[in-house]
């Protein structure tokens, strides 16, 4: 019972935090430099990492389907495969599972450090609400770069999947094949609703993690913890959220 | 880094991100983003099937557009076909829906149509031909494997039987069975008939044996193939023959194929009815001459009377005779 109470308590707060930031959203050019700090953090940092997930990615799912597809004769779809499976559901997946991982914890890491030693109650004197100051253009950010990592992420995933099925012996497919073969099943709206999925992802993950930062209580100890709790809290929200954002985009 | 670095490196990255992501839209949507290049064309179908936006219209296996979309129009499906620019499409060309694989790809097939036939303008409606899909030849596939299985059924219980009445093989073992003495028989006999012409007894033994005899069947085998070689010129005279009797050259052919011939010869007959009806009649003096016997009666006296002149004259005959010649010479 007690930890239904704390899960609704957070999901609360996390609403609350976002009605709030939504109420600064007018500040939010007067707050240029931190909105391009949190979009160098999120976006352009992340980049490698997602580069290199995604490209392996790509790779083993080429590699996979290339293995099973061979028993039936459909190896020429493996492009059609690897495309629609990274642009509707790996690439939005992999790259909000990478931000919970390396942005939304030193998120919850460094809000959390501000609320334990009383910086965040510090702009709270001052007038100055930790919503609009340390929320807002973070929200702001993780909105605008979300679909620029994922679609660089579906690109390099695409890639990823024609090196393999080009050198892998088994497969040998040529790139031009496997690139027809992907545009032939493929639309636009299918990489549209990846890069929806992905917006909506990042949005949560950077929510909750504020949300869990903020609202972190006691010593230096709990840091850690609230980490912990950001990081398994985005995982799960992701996967959750994951089911019902298809199901409603089809 | 200082700010100008850091705001510098987030706009090229953003912008990267746009870029890609038009770069994306242009690739999957056939470079549609800002132009619609070619002209389009309507193909109206009973049942579009597995066609869908985006599938492949070719003409003679090259591709020369795309379908554009597919909508309902009344009582019939339509789709409408983008044709790049520059592709003339004749007004018979046929457009049908090709199956391209078995897992639901297809596409537009068109033909080449005649050379001399009006290109097909912008909107203009295509010729359509159905074909039938997977589902129709799987389903005339299990119509034959059900004929199939029925007649396998009845051949089976034919060679087998049903229960009922014996089948194929328990009527030929019965056979075999209650005949098994006069097949033994047959069997010896035949034993028999073998070893004899294999040791040239009989006609047929002597005939396989004896070379002799073998080369007059030979000699006989020529005479007869002469005899059938002047058969053969014999009949190619008689058809020659017949084809001039046809043409109407000969005497036979004028009788038998010249209108004018046959024309004279009824007006001959009909003269000749005529002759012999007045005969008959004792009309004329043929007819006079064979049925009034006064005329013979009449030829006869006057022969007796002759005759007896000439009696007469064979008495003063040499007088007679001196007479003439002195009033030839005198």
């Not at chain 1, 004769?73 to 990478?98: C, D, N, T, Y």
Request: overall charge neutral; aromatic content about 6%.
């Amino acid at each position: 019972m007690k930890q239904l109470t704390n899960i609704l308590e957070g999901f609360g707060s996390a609403v609350q935090l976002l009605v709030q930031s939504c109420r600064y959203a007018g500040t939010l050019p007067r707050q240029r430099a931190r909105f391009i700090e949190q979009c160098y953090l999120i976006g352009y940092t992340t980049l490698p990492i997602v580069a290199i997930l995604c490209f392996f990615m790509g790779s083993v799912l080429a590699l996979q389907a290339g293995y099973s597809m061979e028993n039936f004769g459909a190896k020429q779809f493996i492009g059609s495969l690897v495309g629609l499976s990274f642009a509707r559901e790996l690439g939005p997946v992999i790259v909000a599972i990478l931000l919970a991982g390396r942005v939304g914890s030193a998120i919850t890491a460094e809000l959390a450090s501000m609320k334990v030693y009383q910086e965040v109650d510090a702009l709270v004197t001052m007038n100055i609400p930790p919503a609009r100051m340390l929320v807002l253009p973070r929200l702001a950010a993780v909105l605008v770069m979300m679909p620029v990592l994922a679609i660089i992420g579906n690109l390099i995933g695409w890639f990823g999947g024609a090196v393999v099925s080009k050198y892998v012996q088994s497969i040998a497919i040529e790139p031009e094949a496997y690139f027809a073969a992907l545009r032939r099943y493929m639309k636009f709206k299918d990489v549209g609703t990846g890069l929806m999925k992905a917006e909506i992802f990042g949005f949560v993950v950077v929510l909750i993690c504020c949300s869990i930062g903020l609202s972190t209580r006691g010593g230096p100890r709990e840091i850690g913890a609230s980490v912990t709790r950001a990081v398994v809290a985005s995982l799960i929200s992701i996967l959750v959220l994951d089911y019902f954002v298809t199901k409603a985009l089809m | 880094m200082n700010t100008a670095q850091q705001t510098a490196r987030v706009g090229l990255f953003f912008l990267l991100g746009l870029a890609l992501t038009w770069v994306t839209w242009e690739t999957l949507s056939d470079g549609k983003l800002f132009k619609q290049t070619g002209y389009t064309l309507i193909a109206g179908f009973e049942n579009l099937k597995e066609l869908k936006q985006g599938d492949e219209v070719r003409m003679a296996g090259v591709k020369i557009g795309s379908i554009e979309k597919t909508r309902l129009a009344g009582r019939r499906a339509e789709a409408v076909l983008r044709i790049d620019p520059g592709v003339k499409i004749a007004s018979d060309a046929t457009a049908t829906i090709v199956m391209a694989g078995l897992i639901g790809t297809n596409y537009v097939g068109l033909d080449l149509g005649t050379p001399g036939a009006p290109s097909l303008v912008d909107g203009a409606e295509l010729r359509t031909k159905i074909t039938p899909d997977i589902n129709t030849i799987m389903a005339e596939i299990g119509n034959l494997g059900q004929k199939l299985e029925g007649a396998l059924n009845s051949i089976t219980s034919s060679v087998s039987g049903d229960g009922k009445s014996p089948g194929l093989f328990q009527k030929i073992d019965l056979l075999v069975t209650q005949n098994s003495e006069k097949i033994g028989t047959t069997m010896s006999n035949l034993q028999d008939i073998t070893t004899k012409l294999k040791d040239g007894e009989g006609t047929l033994g002597k005939l396989i044996n004896d070379p002799k005899l073998h080369d007059e069947l030979l000699a006989t085998v020529a005479e007869i193939k002469s005899a059938a070689a002047d058969a053969k010129v014999f009949v190619t005279d008689t058809q020659g023959i017949i084809a001039q009797v046809k043409a109407g050259k000969g005497t036979l052919g004028a009788l038998l194929y010249d209108e004018e011939s046959a024309a004279s010869i009824k007006v001959t007959v009909k003269n000749l009815r005529d002759v012999s009806d007045k005969i008959a009649r004792g009309e004329g003096t043929l007819g006079k001459l064979l049925n009034d016997d006064s005329l013979y009666l009449g030829v006869q006296s006057t022969l007796k009377k002759a005759d007896r002149a000439i009696d007469g004259l064979g008495d003063s005959g040499p007088i007679t005779a001196v007479g003439v010649a002195a009033s030839v010479l005198f």
